[in-house]
């Protein structure tokens, strides 16, 4: 079994790849949580959705999140009442959010929730949220003058990321608790992935959920991680100027920085060819190659020599 610590788009890519030369049953899931927003009364699990979506053939290919085919109908009848819209909702969509919701209500675990969804979705792959209690991102930017405190959805989608952010904090984290699934997936697998995923929005409230940490740790001989900073830019999204923002390298370096108390390997693209003695000096072996998952040829490419680094295959 392999698992997979993981954010929405960047790691829905890379899980595709990996399910083209893996038995998708020996593929764990550990999903990032952060992102969940109540929205209409609705709980909305982004990340979940987006590698579920993604693996059962039913993303929307364009925005990358959301399913295709979609319509919109419930979304501009809210409107008509001047209801809040800026967080787009399609139609089908919806009925993942209120089915998660209503089992919710009726005491079920997002674990066991996010099984019957991805069961729906034909999914083969477990996916696991990293932890069932309310972990959520909170980040804390200068808006006219004074700080305000976004949620990630606020952040993310109604400010489209633009607000230099001053602060990040994983609400809830010195609490919450990883599931058993995720416990025992951290200890036994044979490889560990990092996704190419946002590392402060996608990875870090992983890892600030201080058991999960801690046993990563432990485990650092089989952790592996993909840059999802290529020539110092992210291939989509606020990744690189997060990083700077907060005091980091936006590049493969401050990732593998970032990540170096329970990586062992780290992944980075051929462009970034040049930073790979500075990286290897932080006792973190490099291997380069193209990382830009254009299609998923490439992706089950990228994915194959990730499982060769650590001799699994
Ligand atoms: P989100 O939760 O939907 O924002 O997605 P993730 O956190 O999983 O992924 C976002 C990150 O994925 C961004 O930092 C991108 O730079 C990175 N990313 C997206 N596509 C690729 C790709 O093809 N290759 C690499 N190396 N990184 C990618
Ligand atoms: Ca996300």
């Known amino acids: 079994m392999i698992a997979i610590l993981s954010g929405g788009v960047g790691a829905a890519r890379f899980a595709a790849g990996v399910t083209q030369i893996m038995e998708p049953s020996e593929v764990t899931i ?3 949580v952060g992102d969940d927003e109540v929205m209409h009364g609705l709980h909305i699990s982004p990340d979940i959705d987006t ?13 990358g999140w959301g399913l295709k085919d979609e319509t919109w109908r419930v979304m501009e009848a809210l409107g008509d009442y001047g209801g809040e819209t800026w967080f787009r909702l399609g139609d089908k969509d919806l009925a993942t959010h209120m089915f998660r919701t209503h089992m919710l209500a009726s005491g079920k675990s997002l674990t066991k929730i996010t099984e019957l969804i991805r069961q729906r979705w034909g999914v083969e792959v477990n996916v696991l949220p990293a932890t069932n209690d309310r972990l959520r991102t909170k980040l804390y930017a200068e808006i006219d003058g004074r700080e305000q405190e976004l949620s990630f959805q606020e952040y993310f989608v109604r400010h489209a990321h633009e ?3 001053k602060r990040i904090v994983y609400e809830n984290s010195s609490s919450a608790l990883p599931t ?11 490889l560990i992935i ?7 929005l996608s990875i870090a409230p992983i890892l600030s959920i201080a058991p999960i940490a801690e046993s990563l740790k432990t485990r650092r001989d089989r952790i592996v991680a993909i840059s999802p900073i290529i020539a110092g830019a992210a291939v989509k999204g606020p990744a690189a100027k997060l990083m700077k923002e907060l005091g980091f390298m936006p590049s493969a370096l401050g990732v593998a920085q970032f990540y170096r108390d329970f ?11 040049d930073l790979k003695d500075q ?4 006792n973190i072996e490099v291997l380069t190659t193209n990382t830009l998952m254009t299609d998923p040829v490439v992706s089950a490419q990228l994915a194959q020599q990730v499982l060769k680094l650590k ?3």
Request: glycine share 2%; charged share 25%.
């Open 51 to 63: 590698v579920i979506y993604t693996l059962g053939n039913a993303i929307n290919p364009e925005t």
């Open 263 to 273: 990586i062992s390997a780290i992944v980075i693209d051929e462009k970034d060819a």
């Open 163 to 165: 607000p230099e952010i």
């Open 30 to 32: 550990i999903s990032n």
């Open 194 to 200: 990092v996704a190419p995923s946002n590392p402060l």
């Open 311 to 313: 001799k699994v295959k």
């Open 279 to 282: 990286i290897s000096a932080l």
């Open 180 to 190: 058993r699934e995720v416990t025992r997936a951290i200890e036994t697998a044979e």
